[in-house]
């Protein structure tokens, strides 16, 4: 399934050449395609390894932004995160870097999964406390650590505020976007974050965690790591039930200038997700309905 107009061809052969170029102890073990997310595509090889390999060009700077950082903050976390074991390099065949990690034995979280769901609002909410508090290590926004999530609300408007149109046209009146488009202009003229920057994941969706026993047990996926304001970091949890919710607000005892900005970066992603992919993504265009519906249900709780 091809999403973006910039897309390089990846399948089981070119895998198997790059692995037989570039670490031969490796080539004849089992491999198996393991997913595909919106900017990578993995193959599980062997027992206890996967091979991540970036879908466009663009991508290529987070694949070394992991290579750099991963080895570096995950002594330094609670939980397991992917640990490079091999970085790949460019080559004719496919002219990007690319990554092997160990595997990471897991579930996403999910009914089949995950009994306790406040629980797991506290187990998530443990880690983004634990990442956010970590030393930066000299670490700045220009040091490719800059990602849109960690900036302002306002910094972001523009691509958020033409897919509005577009999602009225597309979902029709199966989703408030009005109200959904109100609630992201109000979060405009709130007061911007003030605090310091800190370390963030940037897209703790749950595709991006693992549960094993019902417990948070790896977050995966960095990706989209940065440095800057801690706000958007809090936006994934409404892809979660309302208890992981209000239990992940609670435990980080977050104000409501903070879950409001962070709401409207939900918000935001989710319109310009479904913009986006609409006609090449079905499943992703699924997730960012049920978090837009989520925010609507929540909004007119409160």
């Known amino acids: 399934m091809t999403l973006h107009h910039n ?9 198997r050449t790059l692995l037989t170029k570039q670490c031969p102890e490796w080539a004849d073990l089992p491999l198996a395609h393991a997913g595909s997310g919106t900017d990578n595509t993995m193959f599980r090889l062997g027992d206890d390894l996967l091979v991540r390999l970036p879908r466009t060009p663009d991508n290529e700077p987070s694949v070394r932004k992991e290579q750099k950082w991963l080895p570096r903050l995950a002594p330094r976390l609670t ?24 595997w990471i034995e897991g579930a996403p979280p999910g009914p089949e999964t995950v009994e306790d769901w406040a629980a797991l609002g506290t187990d998530l909410a443990a880690f983004v406390r634990e990442l956010h508090g970590l030393d930066l290590m000299g670490a700045t926004r220009a040091d490719g650590l800059g990602g849109y ?15 509005f149109p577009e999602c009225r046209d597309t979902v029709g009146a199966s989703l408030d976007v ?32 693992l549960v094993r026993d019902g417990r948070l047990c790896a977050v995966i996926d960095f990706g989209a790591l940065a440095i800057g304001f801690p706000d958007a970091e809090h936006a994934p949890v409404w892809d979660l039930p309302a208890p992981a919710r209000q239990a992940y607000w609670n435990s980080l005892d977050l104000d409501d200038l903070t879950w409001a900005r962070a709401r409207a970066w939900a918000i935001g992603v989710g ?24 925010i609507l249900d929540d909004a007119a709780t409160r």
Do not use: M
């Open 7 to 15: 897309e390089l061809p990846i399948d089981e052969a070119l895998v």
């Open 149 to 163: 999530r960690g900036g302002s609300l306002r910094s972001f408007d523009r691509s958020v505020s033409r897919c």
């Open 178 to 209: 009005a109200t959904l488009e109100r609630l992201w202009r109000a979060a405009l003229d709130l007061p911007p974050p003030s605090g310091p920057h800190v370390w963030l994941h940037s897209d703790l969706k749950p595709t991006n965690l």
């Open 271 to 294: 319109i310009v997700g479904l913009a986006y992919y609409w006609s090449t993504y079905p499943a992703f265009v699924a997730e960012c309905q049920a978090r837009l519906r989520a």
């Open 79 to 102: 939980l397991a995160v992917p640990e490079p074991v091999f970085a790949g390099t460019p080559t004719l065949d496919f002219p990007l870097a690319w990554s092997v990690y160990r």
